[in-house]
């Protein structure tokens, strides 16, 4: 089964710096998906960022990348000049192919401090 | 497009009371899901279905049950509501597809359920 494992529970970081949540995941396949959403207090599931197994090239949205290692199966989210209203939990999903459902992980709380 | 909307987005239940959960999309979307979340645990996915007349087990299926009678709508029944049933609960829609293409997952705003 697959599984994914975020091992930062809370983190924090100055407005306008830069801060890196962390995500492993465990699978046996090779086509697969993998996406950052966004919760905010307001409880609404924004996604962030994804990126396709098969593509080398990192995804990028703006002040948000990904860096996918697929040999170590691991997928961290990058968040450039930190702005208060990143303040969030984060959560790091994967989808094995394009039918399969999301599995999340268990979610960063990052607080931006000003 | 209202996009996808849930209704109540708060209730209380006594143990034993049961109770659906409405989920409605305005999309056209042949995808959709329901998950919950729990403190420390993520989204667990409880039912999704693929089109009409089509639904799955997730994760966490027991003591819930959903139909799709059309591509609108997906409701999640709670039988007979538990102290363990406590949640958030989030329903999400998304096309269907196939070979490589991705589609956008969109989530409602969410129903926070308490039951005593």
């Known amino acids: 089964a697959q599984t994914v494992t975020q091992s930062q529970p809370e983190m924090s970081v100055q407005e306008a710096e830069t801060v890196t949540l962390s995500c492993t995941y465990d699978t046996s396949e090779n086509n697969y998906y993998l996406f950052w959403y966004k919760q905010p207090p307001s409880r609404q599931m924004i996604l962030v960022i994804r990126?396709?197994?098969?593509?080398?090239q990192n995804a990028t949205e703006n002040r948000f990348s990904v860096n996918f290692q697929k040999a170590a199966k691991s997928f961290s989210l990058k968040i450039s000049d930190s702005q208060l209203g990143d303040t969030a939990m984060y959560f790091c999903?994967?989808?094995?192919?394009?039918?399969?459902?999301?599995?999340f992980g268990k979610g960063t709380k990052l607080s931006v401090k000003p | 497009n209202a996009g996808v909307t849930q209704t109540p987005k708060f209730q209380v239940l006594k143990t034993g009371q049961s109770m659906t959960l409405q989920c409605a999309q305005d999309?056209?979307?042949?995808?959709m899901s329901w998950y919950r979340q729990d403190p420390g645990m993520g989204l667990r996915l409880i039912h999704y279905?693929?089109?009409?007349?089509?639904?799955d087990q997730g994760e966490v299926p027991n003591g819930y049950n959903v139909s799709r009678s059309t591509t609108e709508d997906f409701p999640l029944r709670l039988l007979s509501a538990a102290p363990s049933q406590t949640s958030v609960y989030f329903c999400?829609?998304?096309?269907?597809?196939?070979?490589?293409?991705?589609?956008?997952?969109?989530f409602g705003p969410g129903t926070r359920l308490t039951v005593t």
């Open positions: 279905s693929v089109g009409a007349g089509i639904t």
């Open positions: 999309m056209n979307h042949e995808y």
């Open positions: 999400a829609s998304s096309y269907s597809t196939s070979g490589t293409a991705i589609r956008k997952q969109y």
């Open positions: 999903a994967f989808k094995m192919g394009s039918q399969g459902n999301l599995i």
């Open positions: 990126q396709e197994a098969y593509k080398q």
